[in-house]
T-cell receptor, first 113, second 114 residues
Framework: GDSVTQKQGQVTLSEDDFLFINCTYS??????LLWYVQYPGQGPQLLLK?????NKGISRGFEATYDKGTTSFHLQKASVQESDSAVYFC????????????FGKGTQLIIQP | GGIITQTPKFLIGQEGQKLTLKCQQN?????MYWYRQDSGKGLRLIYY???????QKGDLSEGYDASREKKSSFSLTVTSAQKNEMAVFLC?????????????FGPGTRLTVL
């Protein structure tokens, strides 16, 4: 079945540091890939979405590139702020299969002031 | 814009108890979902409903029932709460079924079973 792997359970950075959150996936087709962000006390909200047609998503300073060769969809941001502290979930939709979201386990980002 | 409301925000139950969680959305969305979020395990789909009166099992449906009597509301019942169970239950909705449609999430109901 489909799966999404986020190896980092927690990332701790200082303001203005570069952010890199690892995400790899396994599926039988070329899925749509997504990043959701969950702020404390809230439900997840869509941060960015990438399909095979566009390869790269950019939103609010975050970017992720769809790499079919390495089946990866890492999230990056050049300079993090304290307000970016949240849990980040990588997810995929297998549009040729069950057409439902499969989530990774999430990566908690802690930004120290 | 719209909003998803989940009640209650916190739910404390006893082992073996039947517990009901409620979700309302005013997006006028057709599809609604219930997910379970455990620490370090991501989100897992319990039930979803493509339209009013429709119910579909997700990956984690055992131990739960669901009900969609109206387009705007979707309820989840824990049929027999398990001791020491702690999780957040998230309700979501989307315009239609399918990965192309963004899912909007509510703030969650945090369940603790004593």
């Amino acid at each position: 079945g489909d799966s999404v792997t986020q190896k980092q359970g927690q990332v701790t950075l200082s303001e203005d540091d570069f952010l890199f959150i690892n995400c790899t996936y396994s599926t039988t087709t070329y899925p749509t890939l997504l990043w959701y962000v969950q702020y404390p006390g809230q439900g997840p909200q869509l941060l960015l979405k990438v399909t095979t047609a566009n390869n790269k998503g950019i939103s609010r300073g975050f970017e992720a590139t769809y790499d079919k060769g390495t089946t990866s969809f890492h999230l990056q941001k050049a300079s993090v702020q304290e307000s970016d502290s949240a849990v980040y979930f990588c997810a995929l939709v297998n549009t040729g299969g069950a057409d439902r979201l499969t989530f990774g386990k999430g990566t908690q980002l802690i930004i120290q002031p | 814009g719209g909003i998803i409301t989940q009640t209650p925000k916190f739910l404390i139950g006893q082992e073996g108890q039947k517990l009901t969680l409620k979700c309302q959305q005013n997006f006028n969305h057709d599809t609604m979902y219930w997910y379970r979020q455990d620490s370090g395990k991501g989100l897992r789909l319990i039930y979803y409903s493509i339209t009013e009166n429709d119910l579909q099992k997700g990956d984690l449906s055992e131990g739960y029932d669901a009900s969609r009597e109206k387009k705007s509301s979707f309820s989840l019942t824990v049929t027999s709460a398990q001791k020491n169970e702690m999780a957040v239950f998230l309700c979501a909705s989307s315009m239609d079924w399918g990965g192309a449609y963004e899912q909007y999430f509510g703030p969650g109901t945090r369940l603790t079973v004593l």
